[in-house]
Nanobody
């Protein structure tokens, strides 16, 4: 059984910072791309940032220069450092990983339950 669990969300004032973490656990063979998504009320879920197994990164234009995605392969963990936060960043943030597990054939996408980030004064 594979689980992804996010942490680090909360309430922050505009201009503040938060660091999200997502740890994958279970019978994991290998982890490929890892991503952070977000979904604001009434909006579709969108990809915020992606990091490949080799460390290549992608960011949606709205967060470029403010957010940084990184990963610790030894800990099966991905991070999202969020700086200069804006009210528009308010959303539930989800972690997603493409990985191969002992219990499954081939690559499969796994999701965490999400963590709330609220940017408000």
């Amino acid at each position: 059984q594979v689980q992804l669990v996010e942490s680090g969300g909360g309430l922050v004032e505009p201009g503040g910072s938060l660091r999200l973490s997502c740890a994958a656990s279970g019978s994991i063979v290998s982890i490929h791309a890892m991503r952070w998504w977000r979904q604001a009320p009434g909006k579709q879920r969108e990809t915020v940032a992606t990091i490949s197994s080799g460390g290549s990164t992608y960011y949606v234009d709205a967060v470029k220069g403010r957010f940084t995605i990184s990963r610790d392969n030894a800990k099966n963990t991905v991070y999202l450092q969020m700086n200069s936060l804006k009210p528009d960043d308010t959303a539930v943030y989800y972690c997603n990983a493409d990985l191969s597990a002992v219990s499954a054939i081939g690559l499969k996408g796994y999701w965490g339950p999400g963590t709330q980030v609220t940017v408000s004064s």
